[in-house]
Every structure is written in structure tokens, then in C-alpha cells.
């Protein structure tokens, strides 16, 4: 079953850094973010990739091809400069040979287990599988009185019934019938596929994180120095 990454945009939010390499290539305990990604698919038996290149695609396809996984099939797909995701995912239609395969955002962790994505998705026979995340706050809230006394602290809570779109999809090769050179994935594509009721949350309630900003990056790095990256609980470090 093939695997789609998302690894072709600017990583405009860490653009000193992404001026250098791609963030794909952002690394975390000495190994890009992209193959602590696929490692979450290997690690469940899913080991066949496609990696939607776009910016610096050429330095992703380098470091793959310098520092091979065994038994790791990954396929490099040059997609654009200015492509917009659904449009990256459209140009490998010809590559999948399934009825179904997942796709994955290039800058995401998490301790998911793909397999049970997989059989979820089977089980509902959607079109479009995501995994929802609770949301947090980005801020630590105060609870207050009706004296106004601050009563407690809570550092970044999630909010009780909202939830997020945390990626890790499994997708219908029906998708490809959505998927045009106009409207993004998840402002159009999306939308339209809920509107006929085609998508189906898988609600995850552990560890999900994204690298956007160096905050980011130094946070995960200080996981996995602490040996308390939740991502990695099936691979062997």
C-alpha cells in the first residue's frame, strides 16, 4: 500500500532555517523529520513511498538516496514549485495500484498506528479517512472567579469538544475524481467531500505535534533526547 508525504512546500514560518534546506530535511536526534514520518509507516509494515517533492525536492531525493533504508521502496515525484497539495497528490495518481492508499502532511509526529487507520477507514469505506486531534490552546489559561480571583493555572489544555485535523490520512482512490489544478485540499476538496458526507474522523487522543517554528524544533529534539519521543515507541533507536 503506497504512502503518500507532502514534502514540496517552502516552510515559510522557519524561513531562516528552510532558506538552507527544505524543512523536510529539519532534523530531530540526527535524522530529518521526513524519515521519523515514513519510520511510523515502516514500523507498521508500510514501507512503500512516494515523496511529492517541490521546493529544494533535488537536497530530499540526495539525502534518501545517500543514507538507504533497507527494504524501504521509495519513489521521488517532482510536483512543482507552487503546486498546491491537492494538486501534488493528483500527479501520482498513476503510481497508486490499490483501491485506497494513505497520505501524509511532511511536518507532522505522532504516535498513531496506521494499521488501525487502515482498518478503520476499510471499515467505513469513505473516501477520505484524517485523524483528528483534540485541540489545544497555544496559551496557558487562568480559571477566575465571580470575584475575579484567579483560582488555577493550566499550561495549554485542550478544549473539550474541538478538534483538528492532524493529517495521517488514509484515501479512496475515488479522490482522484476531487482533486483539480484550482482548489486547495482542505479548503475546497475537503469541504465538498463533508457536504456529501465522504469523510470519516479517526479520533487519536495521543501525542501529535507539528514542526512549524525553531520553537518547534527545539521541543522535539528535547523529546527524543529525554527518550521520551512517543512517535518512536515501535522503532528501534
Known sequence: MKVLILAGGKGSRLSEDSAVKPKPLM????????????SIYANCGFNDFVILLGYKGQMIQDYFLSYPEPNWKIDFLGTGLEAKKAQRIK??????????????????????????????????NKIVTLTAMPLESNFGVIEINLENEVQSFKEKPRIEGYWINGGFFCFSNKIFDY????????????????TKGEIKAFKHNGFWKSMNTKKDIIEFNKLFSENNAPWMKHQDR
Do not use: R, T
Not at 27 to 37: D, F
Not at 93 to 112: M, T
Open 27 to 38: 532534523e530531530i536526534g540526527g535524522k530529518p523529520i521526513l524519515w521519523h514520518i515514513m
Open 179 to 194: 482533486l483539480n489544478d484550482e482548489e486547495e485540499l482542505e479548503d475546497m476538496v475537503f469541504q465538498k467531500l463533508a
Open 91 to 124: 500527479k501520482a495518481e498513476h503510481l497508486i495500484d490499490g483501491d485506497c492508499f494513505f497520505v501524509a502532511y511532511g511536518d507532522d509526529l505522532s504516535d498513531v498506528d496506521p494499521k488501525k487507520i487502515y482498518e478503520f477507514h476499510k471499515k467505513h
